[in-house]
């Protein structure tokens, strides 16, 4: 079975820009978790979403957003970047239900310059 | 509220034991640990549930004391291959589904 897959790897942007970062999910996974991850705050939960419907979210400004697609792909959207967006945004797969473990993708390390 | 590791950091040699502890000052209902080694992904490595239930590793334990809200991660007859972050992420129960909240993380250096 594929892991979880998102691109790109790498990102670099300036202030004010917006980007979109993709994952998918390992088959058969319903639910897709955002997490950023960096040095000083660790990772900390973006939002998750489970059947195109978004079931939880954290405590980010609404520039972070996302959507999730028929086929359970993610998408996560950062609008008008900030040099602290800077981070590793890493996207976990589970089958949806509650207490699973997560599988995550080897992230997406953006750089805002 | 971020839950607390401790130690920060440990440096082990092949074959010797360690503890990674995870408090909460929140009640916890779950406890998941991941480990995570340099540019690479979290990997799964346990889940404690409140009420007892463990799902995780063969080879690795860990403790979960409901009372204390606190959790600990056993890792004995350490190899190269344990070196890496741990990190513990509780879960608030209900509909948390994929929300954890990571603690900092332990940094685990094994050597030979």
């Known amino acids: 079975k594929a892991g979880v897959t998102q691109t790109p790897r790498y990102l670099i942007k300036t202030r004010g820009q917006q980007v979109t970062l993709s994952c998918s999910p390992i088959?058969?996974?319903?639910?897709v978790s955002w997490y950023q991850q960096t040095p000083g705050q660790g990772l900390q939960f973006l939002f998750e979403?489970?059947?195109?419907?978004?079931?939880n979210k954290g405590n980010f400004p609404g520039r972070f957003s996302g959507r999730q697609f028929s086929n359970s792909r993610s998408e996560m959207n950062v609008s008008t970047l900030e040099l602290g967006d800077s981070a590793l945004y890493l996207c976990?797969?589970?089958?949806?239900?509650?207490?699973?473990?997560?599988?995550f993708g080897s992230g997406t390390q953006l750089s805002v310059l | 509220q971020q839950p607390v590791q401790s130690p920060q950091a440990v440096i082990l040699r092949e074959g010797e034991d360690a503890v990674i502890n995870c408090s909460s000052s929140?009640?916890?209902?779950?406890v998941h640990w991941y480990r995570q080694k340099h540019g690479e992904a979290p990997v799964f490595l346990m889940i404690?549930?409140?009420?007892?239930e463990q799902k995780g590793h063969e080879k690795i334990s860990a403790s979960f004391n409901e009372k204390k809200q606190q959790s600990s991660l056993y890792l004995t007859a350490s190899q190269l291959s344990y070196s890496g972050t741990y990190f513990c992420?509780?879960?608030?129960?209900?509909?948390?589904?994929?929300?954890?909240?990571f603690g900092q993380g332990t940094i685990l250096t094994v050597h030979p």
């Open positions: 976990a797969s589970s089958p949806g239900q509650i207490n699973e473990k997560l599988f």
């Open positions: 088959s058969g996974h319903r639910s």
């Open positions: 979403y489970f059947s195109e419907t978004q079931r």
């Open positions: 929140k009640a916890l209902y779950s």
């Open positions: 404690l549930l409140k009420g007892g």
């Open positions: 992420g509780t879960g608030a129960g209900g509909t948390s589904y994929g929300k954890l909240t």
